[in-house]
């Protein structure tokens, strides 16, 4: 859950509409340079957050999707192999499968029953000459946590680039790119990084390796019909979303401050709470790993008898109780844990939920579950 | 101020400051003369000569060109090797 945010998110995105209101690189008046300052700021808490060693490796970007979107129509041509996991969001499956319509070669590596890809499922489904693994590092449907550090050692001593989708653990599970050998990383700003829609990023290491789908003004070498070839201007083409950002470089802050761990770990307890509790409600079944400690504070379930839609609309009108039914855009992985055809109801819990807020939900399921 | 060591980009201009910041220096950035940056738009540090040793060693670690050093002139810039 990604909502609500921090009360410094707030007032740092008023205050840039206030006092940051120009366009950072473009001008030197006091309003452009306080921008391109909170901008900077944020590089920087972005890269202390995912132990990135140059800032200026990470490009904002409106959101994940266009992140990953970058990513791989960046880096995949014509010829190309590339490998994806059956538990891939649309955010990553429909551009390979507009990649695929250019003649790029595609495997995929089926994760196990718990959802979990393991990296000898990646290196099966390796070729020779496989040029990228595109892997989401959390399923959004089921939460399960994938070994992100052994594939992109795989992907290292093999020679490809290993693109991780961080839409669900960015500021909600530990990320290192050194040590998890990540090439490319995407994250949204608005998930587990608490900040506003909208934003999001890009961390390439091998700016050379990777085209630019977007060109414009970027307020540097202005004078060229060419994209600068460095980073960050080369991905940042058009004005960026600095109130946005000023939120975002807030929220990472406040991440920071408390710790990607101990998020992590308060989530966790909450989640074995929640899935105990679901467990003990008859015609209840639960997906993804049976351990919290294997996956995020994702929880996903369904009732026997019962269409997920239907379900969740009467979690929130009788009990104010919210929830995400269907195929939360990865009917892919749907299709693996054998929900493609129903969806599943979608428990999604966040830094600032409660035991209180767990047992609420629980009360709230036992009693549809008694009703019919 | 004595000289003027330009960047393509802002932001390679904010990362020396901040390198030369976590080291006790403070620069200021500026925007580069249009007549300085010959590829168009840039931005740059104000720097005293005792500093420039300072910004090229931070510039090396941020792996950013420097586009070219000025020394600041009553009446303009000269560029300097």
Redesign the interface.
């Known amino acids: 859950m990604s909502w609500p945010k921090p009360p410094a998110v707030i007032d740092a995105m008023r205050r840039a509409l206030d006092d940051a209101g120009g366009n ?2 473009r ?2 008046h006091r309003l452009a ?1 306080r921008a ?2 909170i901008v ?1 700021e944020c ?2 808490k972005l890269a202390q957050l995912f132990h990135i060693g ?3 490796r990470i490009a904002f970007t409106a959101n994940a999707t266009a992140a990953l979107n970058l990513a791989l129509k960046g880096t995949l041509k014509p010829g190309d192999h590339a490998v994806f996991s059956s538990m891939e969001h649309n955010a990553v499956w429909r551009p390979l499968a507009r990649l695929r319509e250019r003649g790029v070669r595609l495997s995929m590596a089926a994760a196990g029953a718990d959802g979990v890809v393991s990296a000898e499922s990646v290196e099966r489904a390796m070729e020779r000459d496989t040029r990228l693994i595109a892997l989401v590092h959390a399923s959004n449907v089921n939460g399960a946590i994938n070994p992100v550090a052994e594939i992109g050692r795989i992907a290292q001593q093999r020679g490809a680039m290993l693109l991780v989708d961080a839409a669900q653990t960015a500021g909600a599970v530990p990320i290192d790119v050194a040590a998890m050998h990540i090439d490319l990383l995407a994250f949204p700003g608005h998930k587990g990084l608490l900040g506003p829609a909208g934003t999001g990023g890009l961390y390439v290491r091998d700016p050379i390796r990777l085209e630019t789908l977007v060109e414009g003004g ?7 019909e060419l994209q ?1 070839s ?4 080369r991905y940042e083409s058009g004005t960026l979303n600095t109130s946005g950002i000023a939120g975002l470089n807030a929220a990472v802050g406040y991440v920071l401050d408390r710790g990607v761990a101990a998020i992590e770990s308060a989530e966790r307890r909450l989640a074995t709470i929640l899935m105990d509790g679901l467990r003990s409600i008859p015609r209840i079944r639960l997906y993804g790993p049976d351990d919290a400690g294997a996956k995020t504070g994702v929880i996903s379930f369904t009732m026997e008898g019962r269409d997920p839609v239907v379900l969740a609309d009467e979690l929130e009108r009788e009990f104010d109780v919210a929830s995400r039914a269907g195929l939360h855009c990865a009917p892919l992985a749907h299709r693996t844990q054998g929900t493609g055809a129903s969806g599943a109801v979608r428990f999604s819990l966040g830094e600032s939920s409660t035991e209180q807020d767990i047992h609420a939900a629980l009360s709230a399921v036992r009693t549809l579950a008694q009703r019919t | 101020v004595q000289l003027l060591v330009a960047y393509a980009s802002l932001s390679h201009a904010h990362r020396v400051r901040r390198l030369l910041y976590d080291r006790g220096r403070f620069v200021e950035m500026v925007r580069t003369p249009q007549q300085l940056a010959a590829r168009g738009c840039g931005f740059g540090l104000h720097c005293s000569e005792a500093e420039m040793a300072a910004v090229r060693s931070a510039s090396q670690e941020a792996r950013v060109e420097i586009r070219g050093v000025f020394r600041v002139l009553a009446d303009g810039y000269e560029a300097l090797p």
């Open positions: 950072p690189g001008s030197s340079m391109s300052e900077y590089r920087e140059d800032p200026l970027t307020g540097s070498d202005s004078a060229s600068p460095y980073m960050p201007d």
